[in-house]
């Protein structure tokens, strides 16, 4: 099966400086790949999320970059800001969400964001 | 959009004593439906999804079962609660309303076992 590994576990960064996330994943079949954002004592939220015909996706100051041949994907978070603290979580599947297909998600093990004011 | 909600919030329970945790979803229709459980400070464990009423795949061996007796529902639940079975646990629907769903999350029941 699936296997999603995500560095680095914790991460602190300057307030106004940019923090950088990786995942690797194994299942060459996989072609999607979320992000979700969680905050203390709630569910994850997605934030963004990229496809295998994508290399990169932007969302104001959030991007995700997507390296099929390696088999890694990163977050980008530019302009980091106190309310983006939260552990992040990257996820892969094999099956983009269709009317026809079940996915199941494989998760990373998170990584904790802490922006220092 | 889809609006997922579960209940209670918080459990403290006993260990020996049964549980159900309940999920419905609000703004899609034939969702698949997911049971996360995720440790303290630690990543999400899938066990149970469904694709449609009464259909329940089980990903890991474990003391829970899951149900699903309508479309929008799904349970949770166990006849002796563990130790271990303490966690915060997560609902999440797929939506099949158009090729663009995503999986989306509840806000969790956070269960301790005593």
């Known amino acids: 099966g699936e296997n999603v590994e995500q560095h680095p576990s914790t991460l602190s960064v300057q307030e106004g400086d940019s923090a950088v996330i990786k995942c690797t994943y194994s299942d060459s079949a996989s072609n999607y790949f979320p992000w979700y954002k969680q905050e203390l004592g709630k569910g994850p939220q997605l934030i963004i999320d990229?496809?295998?015909?994508?290399g990169e996706k932007k969302d104001q100051r959030i991007a995700v970059t997507l390296n099929k041949t390696a088999k890694h994907f990163s977050l980008h978070i530019t302009e980091t800001q106190p309310e983006d603290s939260a552990v992040y979580f990257c996820?892969?599947?094999?099956?983009?969400?269709?009317?026809?297909?079940?996915?199941?998600?494989?998760f990373g093990t998170g990584t904790r964001l802490t922006i220092i004011p | 959009s889809q609006t997922i909600h579960q209940w209670p919030a918080t459990l403290v329970q006993p260990v020996g004593s049964p549980l159900s945790l309940e999920c419905t979803v609000e703004?899609?229709?034939?969702?698949?439906l997911y049971w996360y459980r995720q440790a303290a400070g630690r990543g999400l464990q899938l066990l149970f999804y469904?694709?449609?009423?009464?259909?329940i795949s089980s990903e890991v061996p474990q003391n829970l079962s899951a149900s699903r007796p309508q479309d929008r529902q799904f349970i949770l639940s166990s006849k002796k609660l563990l130790l271990s079975d303490s966690g915060f646990y997560l609902c999440?629907?797929?939506?099949?309303?158009?090729?663009?769903?995503?999986?989306?999350f509840g806000p969790g029941t956070r269960l301790t076992v005593l």
């Open positions: 999440a629907s797929t939506g099949r309303l158009s090729f663009t769903d995503t999986q989306y």
């Open positions: 990229i496809r295998s015909n994508v």
């Open positions: 469904s694709v449609g009423i009464g259909q």
């Open positions: 703004g899609t229709s034939n969702p698949n």
């Open positions: 996820a892969a599947s094999p099956n983009p969400p269709t009317n026809f297909g079940n996915e199941k998600l494989t």
